[in-house]
């Protein structure tokens, strides 16, 4: 078994499209991150204050429930941590999936999608949910990055 992850959450199919891309280039696992209830094109209305992302993000405590919590995390030494950016950060559940598992000697890299912001401070946000672990801020995976680039950047960390 690979001791590198490419874990991920992608409410469209935009950042499974990077996860896929990134996991086949560097031969890792890969790992879905999937919600209990699945978003809605409604849910994900950022327009809607009252739309169940925008009630999600607007309540620091508020951590969505996940499908399953079987990754087999203590396998993997290093786990590359994947999410579109949503208000100018991480999706609350990624924050759930932090907090359901013990990261504590392992080296997470975040790498996000987004259609106009970047990662900004979002590993000194996600820092407090997985103790004892080491988070990086990786890249922005927009577009179509070639395997080689992929590769080399991942090799560079």
């Known amino acids: 078994m690979?001791?590198?992850?490419?874990?991920?959450?992608?409410?469209?199919?935009?950042?499974?499209r990077a996860a896929q891309r990134l996991a086949d280039a560097i031969?890792?696992?890969?790992?879905?991150?999937?919600?209990?209830?699945?978003?809605?094109?409604?849910?994900?209305?950022?327009?809607?204050?009252h739309s169940r992302s925008s009630v999600?993000?607007?309540?620091p405590a508020a951590r969505p429930a996940l499908a399953d919590t079987d990754a087999n995390i203590a396998a993997y030494d290093r786990i590359f941590l994947g999410f579109?950016?949503?208000?100018?950060?991480?999706?609350?559940?990624?924050?759930?999936?932090?907090?359901?598992?013990?990261?504590?000697?392992?080296t997470i890299i975040l790498f996000a999608t987004s259609g106009g912001s970047g990662l900004g401070k979002t590993a000194q946000a996600l820092a407090s949910s997985c103790p004892g672990a080491e988070i990086r801020t990786g890249k922005m995976l927009n577009g179509m990055q070639d395997a080689d680039s992929l590769r080399r950047w991942a090799e560079s960390l």
Do not use: H
């Open 2 to 16: 690979s001791k590198t992850l490419v874990a991920y959450f992608s409410a469209s199919g935009t950042t499974r």
């Open 27 to 49: 031969s890792a696992d890969q790992y879905e991150i999937r919600p209990a209830v699945t978003y809605t094109a409604a849910d994900l209305n950022w327009q809607d204050k």
């Open 56 to 59: 999600e993000m607007n309540d």
């Open 84 to 106: 579109p950016i949503w208000w100018y950060t991480a999706p609350s559940i990624i924050r759930t999936f932090l907090e359901s598992y013990d990261f504590s000697g392992k």
